[in-house]
T-cell receptor, first 116, second 110 residues
């Protein structure tokens, strides 16, 4: 399968612990996005990369959150000192920029984080 | 990005056409209408997008009104597997992020 892959699918952690999620985009896609989704809501944009450059960050991305895409391929999203309010589904998506309009974004299955 | 308004939920009988409306009265000239859907516990899935002409693909048809202030996603023969939350999104051609609302929860029943 050459779709967007996220790992782990589920994560339970104690409040105050650090967690890291990984996203492997579709191989030829140069753009990668992170979203967060809470129950009953649509996904909320967090940040996106073009190749290894982080081009935009949402105000939702507090200083406890950091995302990297070191070689322009896979990306990691780390949450430090987790809080119960961080419990959500974290979605990764990728797309290709070809000309003035990107291709559509393809999403992974997400990582469901539960902070207890 | 322009805001969209969708009904929170809709029902549709299996085999019938599902018509999902979306209002985007503040859409501007360079903004596209995108539709995604999200089946329970999965990531959103792209369905279709358009600028001003009607569009059709293997999944659905998109009808955009002439003034572009509203659109309708049509699933011509709904199946139980089409049960999902459907999101209508207005996106500028030079914006990479998608701004999701709360969508329409479509329930297809036998």
């Amino acid at each position: 399968d050459t779709g967007v892959s996220q790992d782990p699918r589920h994560k339970i952690t104690k409040r105050g612990q650090n967690v890291t999620f990984r996203c492997d985009p579709i191989s030829e896609h140069n753009r990668l996005y992170w979203y967060r989704q809470t129950l009953g809501q649509g996904p909320e944009f967090l940040t996106y990369f073009q190749n290894e450059a982080q081009l935009e960050k949402s105000r939702l991305l507090s200083d406890r959150f950091s995302a990297e895409r070191p070689k322009g391929s896979f990306s990691t999203l780390e949450i430090q000192r987790t809080e119960q309010g961080d419990s959500a589904m974290y979605l990764c998506a990728s797309s290709s920029s070809t000309g003035p309009l990107n291709t559509e974004a393809f999403f992974g299955q997400g990582t469901r984080l539960t902070v207890v | 990005d322009a805001k969209t308004t969708q009904p929170p939920s809709m029902d549709c009988a299996e085999g019938r056409a599902a018509n999902l409306p979306c209002n985007h009265s503040t859409i501007s000239g360079n903004e596209y209408v995108y539709w995604y859907r999200q089946i329970h516990s999965q990531g959103p899935q792209y369905i279709i997008h358009g600028l001003k002409n009607n569009e059709t693909n293997e999944m659905a048809s998109l009808i955009i009104t002439e003034d572009r202030k509203s659109s309708t996603l049509i699933l011509p023969h709904a199946t139980l597997r089409d049960t999902a939350v459907y999101y209508c999104i207005v996106r500028s051609y030079n914006t990479d992020k998608l701004i999701f609302g709360t969508g329409t929860r479509l329930q297809v029943f036998p």
